[in-house]
């Protein structure tokens, strides 16, 4: 991102910012399934949590259902990038549903973690918030051996068999700065308590969250650009005003801001979520610009190169026509937007 002197108020722009790898490949699931098979093609929860995209996808045809008995038989669902449990894959079978699985990896290795601990007979708290469809999806995968810590506050109500056998995993998207506050108290509780074998808050939720410190200190409002139902969206209003924003606001889109908040400052934050396409950022910047924040600069603290390949069975449909080239993959985010 160039930064661009225009004299006037500043913006700091957050990067990295906007869509993950995992997103990026669930959307792109979609869409890819949606150009090979023609719509409809039903989708099991949001995709991602982000009104713009699911509106997009649905004009596109994507059906977007609750729950897989809402699927005509026989047809063909995609599961969202935060996950389902076992329960819903068998479900999807007994109705002869043809499924894509866009589950991030990352979400996925999760499941193994809990799966593995599972197997080995081991009380797993899983540090998350209950009724997200992640922790349902993981919880799913072990529901007797799982149980949910919402906050550092709910750790004294933790109920073990045995406090030797004791591992703790968490849902992707938490601020990292409270979960180790959670931990922390789980380990004063349970000083045998283990922790899994790599860190579960994925590496887009942590530069996110890294990028808005170090902004934070320096603006005088922070605007995060996000759903709110978008959990790592909501994360990083909360570390924006931990660390040092004076005000922070969260909006989907840039016909939410409003000029009475801005009425004092001369810097502002500007970031997105995960799941949050870099049209919606750059609309926010023009809508600001008309406000006098003509001088944006970019504050990079981490640059993300990780991509992950589209759901096996697509991506051999995709080859088998011939849509895509056999080592074909799509970068992250596609390329760097200049503002």
């Known amino acids: 991102m160039e930064r661009v002197s225009g004299g006037g108020r500043k913006i700091l722009l957050a990067a990295?910012?906007?869509?993950?790898?995992?997103?990026?490949?669930?959307?792109?699931?979609?869409?890819?399934?949606?150009?090979?098979?023609?719509?409809?093609?039903?989708?099991?929860?949001?995709?991602?949590?982000?009104?713009?995209?699911?509106?997009?996808?649905?004009?596109?045809?994507?059906?977007?259902?609750?729950e897989t008995d809402e699927v005509p038989r026989g047809a063909r669902v995609v599961f969202s990038a935060h996950g389902v449990s076992p329960q819903v894959h068998e479900a999807a079978q007994a109705r002869q549903l043809r499924t894509i699985d866009a589950t991030c990896p990352l979400v996925t290795k999760v499941h193994r973690e809990a799966t593995r601990f599972a197997r080995a007979d081991y009380d797993i708290i899983l540090v998350g918030h209950a009724g997200h469809e992640e922790v349902e999806g993981t919880q799913g995968e072990a529901p007797e051996h799982i149980q949910i810590v919402g906050s550092p506050d709910e750790v004294d109500s933790v109920v073990v068999r045995d406090p030797e056998k004791v591992v703790w995993i968490s849902q992707t998207t938490l601020s990292l700065d409270e979960t180790m506050e959670t931990v922390k108290r789980l380990r004063e509780r349970f000083p045998q308590l283990q922790d899994p074998p790599s860190?579960?808050?994925?590496?887009?939720?942590?530069n996110r969250q890294g990028a808005v410190k170090e902004i934070g200190a320096?603006?005088?409002?922070?605007?995060?650009?996000?759903?709110?139902?978008?959990?790592?969206?909501?994360?990083?209003?909360?570390?924006?005003?931990?660390?040092?924003?004076?005000?922070?606001?969260?909006?989907d889109k840039a016909d939410e801001l409003r000029e009475e908040w801005f009425a004092d400052a001369t810097t502002l934050g500007l970031t997105s979520g995960a799941s949050v396409p870099e049209i919606l950022v750059r609309d926010?910047?023009?809508?600001?610009?008309?406000?006098?924040?003509?001088?944006?600069?970019?504050?990079?603290?981490?640059?993300?190169?990780?991509?992950?390949?589209?759901?096996?069975?697509?991506?051999?449909?995709?080859?088998?026509?011939?849509?895509?080239?056999?080592?074909?993959h799509r970068r992250q985010n596609g390329p760097e937007h200049t503002c």
Not at 50 to 57: C, H
Not at 199 to 206: K, L, S
Not at 225 to 243: I, M, T, Y
């Open 16 to 66: 990295p910012r906007g869509y993950c790898a995992g997103v990026d490949r669930a959307v792109d699931a979609v869409e890819k399934a949606l150009e090979l098979y023609g719509p409809p093609v039903y989708v099991r929860k949001e995709i991602v949590h982000n009104k713009f995209v699911v509106e997009s996808l649905s004009a596109k045809g994507a059906v977007f259902v609750s």
């Open 284 to 328: 926010v910047i023009d809508v600001l610009a008309t406000w006098g924040f003509t001088d944006v600069e970019e504050v990079r603290t981490a640059t993300e190169t990780v991509t992950f390949s589209l759901p096996k069975n697509l991506r051999a449909d995709l080859i088998d026509t011939g849509a895509v080239p056999p080592r074909a």
């Open 218 to 251: 320096r603006c005088d409002v922070m605007i995060v650009v996000g759903s709110a139902n978008s959990s790592n969206s909501v994360r990083l209003k909360e570390v924006a005003l931990e660390a040092g924003a004076r005000q922070a606001y969260r909006i």
């Open 199 to 206: 860190d579960d808050i994925c590496y887009a939720t942590q």
